[in-house]
């Protein structure tokens, strides 16, 4: 089962900023937080990880509490092709390392 | 980045019938995974594709249904077996660190309808 779990759908006006939650409250101390993201019609695609630190890269931030029980994906200025299911996982890693998808959140970019 | 082709990209197939689905990733990857995304759902992970050896099937799939091959570490063939109107869905396979990526990357999927 996955361990996460995330708003069924959000909106966001385009050019704000998307947060996107996710708690993960069950997570362990060696299990990584990754996002996804399923644009219609396409395999998922990466976006960001991370342990415990917040993270950045050219598409979007990672936030992490320090209890490591949530999340917060930023998508820092969102366009209509941010339209998208956002899929946050815990990624097991290691012998068993397999990732889990759970409903995801389905997010609307409003012009 | 590493690329993962599909194929075929889609397929209508008679109830009864079995399809294979061949998955060739563009560098050498550990591990190999098929996912089924039935319409409107999220994706569901089928097995794990074991070089050499037999697939790592999650709880509900099983390989009569679903057999699996990985003959090396770029190369992954998918089966649906007698299929049913309800084996309708999206095939997706994926690979772990393809070209040194983080995390999986995924092909652009399979779309299977049964009639």
């Known amino acids: 089962d996955a361990k996460t779990t995330q708003p069924t759908s959000m909106d966001c006006a385009e050019g704000r900023a998307a947060n996107l939650p996710c708690n993960h409250s069950?997570?362990?101390?060696?299990?990584?937080v990754y996002w996804y993201r399923q644009i219609h019609s396409q395999g998922p695609q990466y976006i960001i990880h991370?342990?415990?630190n917040n993270e950045t890269n050219e598409m979007a931030s990672l936030i992490i509490t320090e209890d490591r029980k949530s999340s917060t994906l930023i998508l820092p200025h969102a366009t209509l092709r941010d339209t998208a299911v956002y899929y946050c996982?815990?990624?097991?890693?290691?012998?068993?390392?397999?990732?889990?998808f759970g409903k995801g959140t389905r997010l609307h970019i409003l012009p | 980045s590493a690329v993962i082709s599909q194929k075929p990209s889609r397929d209508i197939c008679q109830r009864g019938t079995s399809l294979t689905i061949q998955c060739q990733v563009d560098?050498?990857?550990?591990?190999m995974f098929w996912y089924r995304q039935q319409p409107g759902q999220s994706l569901t992970l089928i097995a794990t594709?074991?070089?050499?050896?037999?697939?790592?099937?999650e709880s509900g799939f099983v390989i009569d249904k679903f057999p699996i091959s990985r003959p090396n570490l770029t190369f992954s063939t998918l089966t649906v077996s007698n299929m049913s109107p309800e084996d309708s869905s999206i095939y997706l396979c994926s690979a772990a660190g393809a070209g040194g990526a983080y995390g999986y990357t995924f092909g652009s999927g399979t779309r299977l309808t049964v009639v």
């Open positions: 560098s050498q990857v550990t591990m």
């Open positions: 594709a074991n070089q050499g050896s037999e697939a790592t099937y």
């Open positions: 069950t997570i362990s101390g060696n299990e990584y």
């Open positions: 996982i815990v990624r097991v890693g290691g012998r068993d390392d397999k990732i889990i």
């Open positions: 991370g342990l415990k």
